[in-house]
Nanobody, 123 residues
Framework: QVQLVESGGGLVQPGGSLRLSCAAS????????MGWYRQAPGKQRELVAT???????SYADSVKGRFTVSRDNAKNTVYLQMSSLKPEDTAVYYC?????????????????WGQGTQVTVSS
């Protein structure tokens, strides 16, 4: 069993900062790409940022220059540092990871999602 557990969401004023964390645990052989998505009320889930196992990051245009994704491979954890937050950043943020795990005696790569953490940007 593999789990992704997120933390760090909350209420912040416009212009403020938050740091999200997502830790993968369980029967993990290796972790490949990790990333963050978000879903605002009435909208589709959208990509925020991704990072490869080698540390190469990419971002949605809407967050470039404000958000930074990083990871600690030893801890199987991905972070999202969010700065200069805007009301339009309000959403449930989900982490995602491609994880090589053993199921029924075989190693395969599966895509896992966290439970989501609410980020609200409001004065």
């Amino acid at each position: 069993q593999v789990q992704l557990v997120e933390s760090g969401g909350g209420l912040v004023q416009p212009g403020g900062s938050l740091r999200l964390s997502c830790a993968a645990s369980g029967s993990i052989a290796s972790v490949y790409g990790m990333g963050w998505y978000r879903q605002a009320p009435g909208k589709q889930r959208e990509l925020v940022a991704t990072i490869t196992s080698g540390g190469t990051a990419s971002y949605a245009d809407s967050v470039k220059g404000r958000f930074t994704v990083s990871r600690d491979n030893a801890k199987n954890t991905v972070y999202l540092q969010m700065s200069s937050l805007k009301p339009e950043d309000t959403a449930v943020y989900y982490c995602n990871a491609a994880i090589n795990t053993r199921v029924a005696g075989m190693f395969q790569v599966y895509n896992y999602w966290g439970q989501g953490t609410q980020v609200t940007v409001s004065s």
